[in-house]
């Protein structure tokens, strides 16, 4: 059975930091693509981060550009998501989603493995 497991989430202050890890349980992430979404409460979830599962593509949301970063360990079977510089509007839950693809997947909806989510709270 497919299953990621996302944690690394919490509380933090205003420009801290916090690292997300999506591990996979199942199957392996190669060739997969991999997104970072989240949604806060009474919006829309947003895509984040994106990753191609084999062509090294990788691109953020503009509101995260320049202070998040996704990689991934292909002998850990973990992505992660390496948050700085870390602000108020960036509360939300945070999940990462898989899907077999080589390029970068930007679509919500295209994925079709998903983890539970894990919560990031930035105080000001």
């Known amino acids: 059975q497919k299953q990621l497991v996302e944690s690394g989430g919490g509380l933090v202050q205003f420009g801290e930091s916090l690292r997300l890890t999506c591990a996979a349980h199942?199957?392996?992430?190669?060739?997969?693509?991999i997104g970072w979404f989240r949604q806060a409460p009474g919006k829309e979830r947003e895509g984040v981060a994106y990753?191609?599962?084999?062509?090294?593509?990788?691109d953020y949301a503009d509101s995260v550009k320049g202070r998040f970063s996704i990689s991934r360990d292909r002998t850990k079977n973990e992505v992660y998501l390496q948050m700085d510089s870390l602000k108020p509007e960036d509360t939300a839950v945070y999940f990462c989603?898989?899907?077999?693809?080589?390029?970068?997947?930007?679509?919500?909806?295209?994925?079709?493995?998903w983890g539970q989510g894990t919560q990031v709270t930035v105080s000001s």
């Open positions: 989603a898989a899907t077999f693809r080589g390029v970068i997947v930007r679509g919500a909806g295209a994925y079709d493995n």
């Open positions: 199942g199957f392996s992430l190669a060739h997969y693509a």
């Open positions: 990753m191609g599962g084999s062509d090294g593509s990788i």
